[in-house]
């Protein structure tokens, strides 16, 4: 089992920043893709972003540019910056692990239980 636990979000207002973390802890792999996803209101979760264990990264095109993930290997930890924040990014943020395609939610097995980013006009 692997558990994924997700800090840092909280309430901004719109263009300001915020920095999100994931901790894995357990059965942890390097084979495992992690990714970021989110989820508003009356909305399908939606893929953000995912990065390997060697640091490559995958970016749907709504945040390129905007959101930066990245990793600390040695901590189990996964990162996800976010620039320019706009009131159309509140949502729940959820990290997850799984191996496969990086961009289907169905590549991911292990789910953390998301933290609220609310960004205010």
């Known amino acids: 089992q692997v558990q994924l636990r997700e800090s840092g979000g909280g309430l901004v207002q719109a263009g300001d920043s915020l920095r999100l973390s994931c901790a894995g802890s357990g059965r942890t792999s390097r084979s495992y893709a992690m990714g970021w996803f989110r989820q508003a209101p009356g909305k399908e979760r939606e893929f953000l972003a995912g990065?390997?264990?060697?640091?490559?990264?995958y970016y749907t095109d709504s945040v390129k540019g905007r959101f930066t993930i990245s990793r600390e290997n040695i901590k189990n930890t996964v990162y996800l910056q976010m620039n320019s924040l706009e009131p159309e990014d509140t949502a729940i943020y959820y990290c997850?692990?799984?191996?496969?395609?990086?961009?289907?939610?169905?590549?991911?097995?292990?789910w953390g239980q998301g933290t609220q980013v609310t960004v205010s006009s």
């Open positions: 990065i390997s264990w060697s640091k490559t990264t």
């Open positions: 997850a692990a799984g191996v496969g395609d990086y961009y289907s939610s169905l590549t991911y097995h292990y």
